[in-house]
């Protein structure tokens, strides 16, 4: 008897856990955390050699304005790049979700990103860089649907 009661109260302990709002709630900041800190390095790596691919690598992980933009400007930024040979890499430092509202599928975050930044040839230049970012979740998941340029 003792043991079916053990057994019961673990089996009602994990549903419970399990369907815990807060838990939901923790997963869905993880996985917006997740996504922005890739999406972010993405955003910000580029190599003028593989233009086309970078910026496809860019709408992929972006939605709404932000991915129209992108897209509308496409040609412009290959110009742009090829003319002055831009090559970019980024690594995330830290960042952290700010504000989470998994009803609406909407997150805001705050980074900061070590760049370093070479144009027609010359040394790479490191810089950091803090950004504040809207997230949207999508049918694929969270995207990124606006940077902006964070404060000091």
Sequence with gaps: MLALLAAAW???SWWSAAHDDELSLARD???ALAVASSGLVVLN???YRNGER???RWIGVTT???AKDLTADRKLQLERAN???TLATATLRQAAVTELNAAAGTAELIAVLDVRLSTGGAAAAPALSRLNVDLTRT???WKVS???AGGR
């Design 45 to 47: 790596t580029f190599d």
């Design 54 to 56: 970078d910026i496809d």
């Design 83 to 85: 003319s002055t040979q």
């Design 146 to 148: 606006a940077v902006q």
């Design 10 to 12: 673990s089996g009602w």
């Design 64 to 66: 709404g304005q932000l």
């Design 29 to 31: 900041r993880d996985a």
């Design 139 to 141: 049918d694929s998941g």
